[in-house]
Nanobody, 117 residues
Framework: QVQVVESGGGLVQPGGSLRLSCSISGANFSLYNLGWFRQAPGKERLLVAYITTKRNTMYGTAVEGRCTISRDNAKNTMYLNMDSLKPEDTAVYSC???????????WGQGIQVTVSD
C-alpha cells in the first residue's frame, strides 16, 4: 500500500523560511513524478511546485523565485524549501505522487502552513 506523508509545516513569521518534506513508502519512489499543491480556505487547490523523475521542475506563479523543490530518491523523500514567506502563503500543503502513463495517483493528507506574526 502506497503511503504519502507530509511533514515540516507549522507557524512561521512573514519573511521567514520553511522546509516541507514528503515521504513515500510502498512504491518505487524514483518512478514517480512529484508535486506540492496548496489550498487556502475557500479557494481552489493550486500547484506550488512539481518535479519529474528526470528532475525537471516547474513552479506556480505565486511562489516562483521563492521556492525550491527537490527530491532524494535514496531517501524516498521530496522537499519544498520556501523563503520570503507571506501571509498569503497560508494554506494546507499536500504532496502528490503520480506514476506516469499508469493512472496511479496518490495524495498525502496535507499539512498546515500558517504565515503570521
Amino acid at each position: 500500500q502506497v503511503q504519502v506523508v507530509e511533514s515540516g509545516g507549522g507557524l512561521v513569521q512573514p519573511g521567514g523560511s520553511l522546509r516541507l518534506s514528503c515521504s513515500i513508502s510502498g512504491a518505487n519512489f524514483s518512478l514517480y513524478n512529484l508535486g506540492w499543491f496548496r489550498q487556502a480556505p475557500g479557494k481552489e487547490r493550486l500547484l506550488v511546485a512539481y518535479i519529474t523523475t528526470k528532475r525537471n521542475t516547474m513552479y506556480g506563479t505565486a511562489v516562483e523565485g521563492r521556492c525550491t523543490i527537490s527530491r532524494d530518491n535514496a531517501k524516498n523523500t521530496m522537499y519544498l524549501n520556501m523563503d520570503s514567506l507571506k501571509p498569503e502563503d497560508t494554506a494546507v500543503y499536500s504532496c502528490r505522487a503520480t506514476l506516469p502513463h499508469s493512472g496511479l495517483d496518490y495524495w498525502g493528507q496535507g499539512i498546515q502552513v500558517t504565515v503570521s506574526d
